[in-house]
C-alpha cells in the first residue's frame, strides 16, 4: 500500500531521520471540489484493519493523550488514531514510537497513526471490522450555517454501525450541551446502534484528553454517550 509517510530529519539538528511515521490519506479540498479521490486511492483498509488484536478507532485523535493511554492500558490493542493536522500526526507518531506503542500499516498491536478526514475514511472500513470508536470532544460547529459539518451525521453513524462487530461500540464525550442533543439523536436513530449505560467506562473526574483536562480546569460539566452494535442470532433475532 502506498501512502505518504514522513521520514524528515530530525528538529533537533541530528542528520537521523524522524522514524516515527504517520500514513497521510487527507484529500484536500481542492481534490474533493473536482470530485477527485487524491492519496484516498492508496487506502487499505482491510489491510490495515485485519489484525488479531482488538481493533479501535479514535476519532479526532489530536495530540494523542487519549490514544497513549488507552494503547498501554491494553497490550493486545490495535488502535487507529485519526487525526487531520499534521503537526498532531508527527507528535503523536513520535511520541507513540518513544513509548514502544507504535505500530506499522500490518496487523500488529499498537497505535496506528493515520492523517485524514474520518468521514472519509470510516466509510471504506470492512463490515464488522472495529470494536470501539471513540469520539471525544469533536468541533461542536455552533453556528446555524455550520451544523452541516458536524462529524456525527446521519450517513456518518450509519458507516459506524456497518463497520462495528456485533456488540461493538460508539463512545460519545463532548462539553457542548446542544452537541450532545444533536449527536445522541443520529445516534438512536441509526439502525443497529442502541443506547446503552456509560457507567463500566466513563467516569469524567478521571477521564483524560487534551480538551478534558482543558475544561475540567475550567469546570465545564461533560456528556458522555455509549450506543451499542445489536447482534443477531441464527433465527434472525436481534439481540443487544
Not at 191 to 219: G, I, M, Q, S, V
Request: charged share 25%.
Amino acid at each position: 500500500m502506498s501512502a505518504t509517510v514522513t521520514d524528515r530529519p530530525s528538529r533537533r539538528g541530528s542528520n537521523a531521520p524522524d522514524v516515527a511515521a504517520y500514513h497521510d490519506f487527507l484529500v484536500t479540498g481542492k481534490e474533493r471540489a473536482q470530485g477527485q479521490r487524491g492519496k484516498l486511492d492508496a487506502f487499505d483498509a482491510k489491510k490495515i484493519l485485519s489484525s488479531a488484536a482488538r481493533v479501535e478507532v479514535d476519532v479526532g485523535a489530536g495530540r494523542g493523550i487519549f490514544a497513549l493511554a488507552r494503547a498501554a492500558s491494553e497490550s493486545a490493542l490495535r488502535l487507529l488514531a485519526i487525526e487531520r493536522k499534521m503537526v498532531r500526526c508527527r507528535h503523536l507518531a513520535r511520541r507513540a514510537r518513544n513509548e514502544k506503542l507504535f505500530a506499522d500499516v500490518t496487523g500488529n498491536a499498537g497505535i496506528v497513526v493515520i492523517r485524514g478526514d474520518a468521514t472519509t475514511l470510516v466509510p471504506l472500513f470492512p463490515s464488522a471490522s472495529v470494536d470501539i470508536f471513540h469520539i471525544y470532544f469533536p468541533e461542536p460547529w455552533h453556528r446555524p450555517k455550520w451544523i452541516s459539518r458536524r462529524l456525527v451525521s446521519p450517513a456518518f453513524a450509519a458507516a459506524m454501525a456497518r463497520a462495528l462487530i456485533p456488540g461493538g461500540e460508539v463512545r460519545f464525550v463532548t462539553d457542548h450541551a446542544e452537541l450532545f442533543r444533536a449527536a445522541v439523536a443520529v445516534l438512536a436513530s441509526t439502525a443497529r446502534l442502541r443506547p446503552a449505560d456509560t457507567a463500566p467506562w466513563f467516569a469524567e473526574e478521571t477521564f483524560e484528553t487534551n480538551f478534558a483536562r482543558k475544561w475540567r480546569a475550567e469546570e465545564r460539566p461533560f456528556h458522555a454517550a455509549r450506543f451499542v452494535s445489536a447482534r443477531r442470532q441464527w433465527d434472525g433475532t436481534v439481540l443487544y
